[in-house]
């Protein structure tokens, strides 16, 4: 059981989050090239189906952390579950997701265990048996190679990455169940409640949205984000924005595409009024199809665009909204 790849799994209503789907895919074939098993851990309570579907979706074994004082994520309880498991079974490798939770948690253990973690990966390079972790730099000009020189080797993965692992159940693999012990003397936070996030449901999809507008510094000023809404909202899409848009408080900053953002993958990529920044551009690199609106012809966004329109985005997007409405209601 020692010496394995592990992948932390992330779950949302019944299924493992997108991300933990990408991160199971890239491990998978890791672990089959240095004939290593992968290992999904499951934490939380009553977990049995994310349990089932790791193993759907390529786990060879499954370590299910099941106890009530999991059910939601909070650092201490997390971090002491994850240090015993971690020093029962020393793994090769840990992937954790560059979530929220899946950041704390990383950190915390490496603090913990003096480890090396690689934050962000947008790559894992197999070199022998050697892992090379591949992360954006100088402002994700730059793509550095890093190596983890401390055993169990720590990484976290961002969204779009990898594609996800496809579903097969007639995967076999094996569900360990782990004895937690915890006691309310390892909580000193609790959750008390959760309050609905009131973004829009077009919006809660944005990582796995197949198709994304997102708005630039084109629109000048906030009062014109409703163009952008009102285009998505006809196409069906999320929306995203550039970074400045983010800090200018115009669009929330959990939508902001880029290497500071989130890596999107959608079928279709649409900025309008945004220049392709390299900040931005290796955020949407792995786009199936780039259609670039902006004003200016010369602009960098054009040389990865698969479709370019010169136009004012004042101009077009309104006649373009209409349209798409109106087919889609005759
Ligand atoms: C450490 C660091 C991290 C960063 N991370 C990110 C990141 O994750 N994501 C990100 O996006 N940026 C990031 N940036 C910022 C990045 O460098 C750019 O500044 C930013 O992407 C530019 O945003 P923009 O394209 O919206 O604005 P601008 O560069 O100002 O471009 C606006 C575009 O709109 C066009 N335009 C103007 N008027 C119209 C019109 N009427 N119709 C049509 N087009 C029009 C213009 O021709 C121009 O091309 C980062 C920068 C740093 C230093």
Redesign the pocket.
């Known amino acids: 059981m020692s010496n394995n790849i592990w992948v932390v799994i992330e779950n949302a209503e019944n299924d493992l989050t997108e991300l933990s789907k990408e991160m199971m895919n890239k491990a998978k074939a890791i672990a089959k090239t240095l004939n290593k098993k992968l290992v999904a851990v499951v934490s939380g309570y009553n977990e049995e189906e994310i349990c089932n579907k790791s193993i759907a979706y390529g786990a060879d074994l499954v370590l299910n952390c099941n106890h009530k004082l999991l059910k939601d994520y909070t650092t201490l309880p997390y971090t002491k579950v994850f240090n015993e498991i971690i020093d029962k079974y020393n793994p090769y490798l840990v992937i954790f997701p560059a979530s929220v939770n899946g950041r704390d948690l990383a950190g915390r253990l490496c603090a913990k265990k003096n480890l090396g973690l690689v934050a962000e990966c947008s790559d894992l390079k197999l070199d022998g048996e050697d892992i090379k972790f591949i992360r954006p730099t100088f ?2 000009k730059l793509f550095s190679d890093i190596r983890v020189t401390t055993k169990p080797m720590f990484a976290t993965i961002g969204h779009g990455a990898f594609s996800p692992a496809k579903y097969d159940n007639e995967n076999k693999g094996e569900i360990i169940e782990e004895k937690v012990e915890l006691t309310d003397a390892d909580i000193l936070t609790e959750i008390l409640s959760k309050i609905p996030s009131q973004v829009k449901e077009s919006e809660l999809i944005f990582e796995n949205a197949k198709i994304i507008v997102s708005g ?3 629109l ?1 000023k906030s009062k014109n984000w409703h163009l952008i809404e009102e285009f998505a909202d006809a196409l069906g899409a999320s929306v995203g924005a ?4 983010c800090d200018l408080g115009i669009c929330s900053s959990d939508f ?6 989130k890596n999107v993958s959608p079928d279709i990529y649409i900025a ?9 551009i290796n ?1 949407i690199k792995k786009s199936k199809l780039i259609i670039a ?4 012809p010369n ?1 960098p ?1 054009f040389q990865i665009a698969h479709y370019g329109i010169v ?4 101009d077009i997007l309104p006649k373009l909204t209409e349209k798409i409405n109106k087919e889609k209601n005759a």
């Open positions: 402002d994700g630039g510094m084109g000048v550039s970074k400045p848009i902001q595409v880029g290497v500071t953002g309008v009024g945004i220049s392709g920044a390299i900040q931005h955020g609106i902006n004003s200016d602009a966004i136009a004012d985005l004042f």
